[in-house]
């Protein structure tokens, strides 16, 4: 992040250049090399599931009801406030707390996060318009195989198909690994770009706020009380818990970048909720575990 930082500062335009990229070749890699690793199967494809639907029921509320449309105006913020960073800080935090049988719940809520991201992010953000976007059934079916994590899925579902999962495991994890930190290089680079004006970067609007409010609170409530409704119980629900309130997902900033959609506003998103999530993570695994 630091060497993404320093590019950021002398060339701003590097962020948008290499997502762009990331999201062409890197990011079918990356999930394909996360569903080898993991391996498939039911706590994963049910935590994936739970995060996936979670997060399409808020989007799909957020720009239906005026109320809520008003508080997030566009889709950059939406991600913002419903796509963990579970990648890089979700997963490490429940390897560090938690017993290692919760492993599954934890990529499979990753990688709920990731589908959904970029399979429905690049859709939603080359729209002109985000009124009525779910009903034109054709683009949105065009988008979700055309999507990164699509070819990924559909590439790993091939990969299981002809038993060489075992084979394949090694050799793409390492440029899966590669895209992690390209991804972090970019973040890294938007941050140095907007730290160009400081006034900018520490300016955060009311919407900021909202974003910062749903990804740390709203969220992980909502996931505590659905975990409470399917009678789920013990140390599977604080896993889910803290990956629900992980801060602001890297995925929002690539997207940001590469269909140049309120780029600095996902990068101060995720500044804040960051730094902000340092705090709210310890309380919630307290809150859970009291």
Partial sequence: ??????????????SEKISLKLIRYGIPIS????????????????????????????????????????????????????????????????IALLPTETINLTIGFDLGTTLFSWIFGPYLLQKKSNNYFFLNFRKLLFSIFNSPASRGVIGALIIYL??????????????????????????????????NDK??????????????FLKLIILPGFIYIVCLILNLQGIGVTA???????????????????????????AKALFSTTIISSITIPILYLIINQ
Avoid: C
Avoid at 1 to 14: D, H, S
Avoid at 66 to 92: D, E
């Fill in 199 to 212: 006034k900018l970067l520490f300016k955060f609007d009311k919407n900021i706020k909202n974003a910062l």
């Fill in 1 to 14: 992040m630091v060497i993404g930082f320093f590019i950021g500062k002398v060339k701003p335009l590097a």
């Fill in 240 to 266: 889910l818990v803290l990956q629900a309130g992980t801060p602001s997902a890297i995925s929002t900033i690539l997207l940001a970048e590469a269909y140049k959609r309120h780029r600095d506003l996902a």
């Fill in 31 to 94: 999930v394909m090399g996360l569903l080898l690793k993991a391996g498939i199967n039911v706590d994963l494809v049910n935590s994936a599931l739970l995060a996936f639907t979670t997060i399409s029921i808020f989007i799909i509320i957020i720009n239906y009801v005026p109320a809520l449309k008003n508080l997030f105006p566009n889709v950059s913020l939406q991600l913002a406030g419903l796509i963990g960073n579970t990648s890089f800080l979700g997963i490490p935090i429940a």
């Fill in 162 to 195: 002809f038993n060489l999962e075992n084979l394949m495991e090694d050799f793409l994890w390492l440029p899966a690994r590669f895209v992690i930190y390209l991804a972090i290089i970019v973040v890294g680079a938007r941050l140095g770009t907007i730290t």
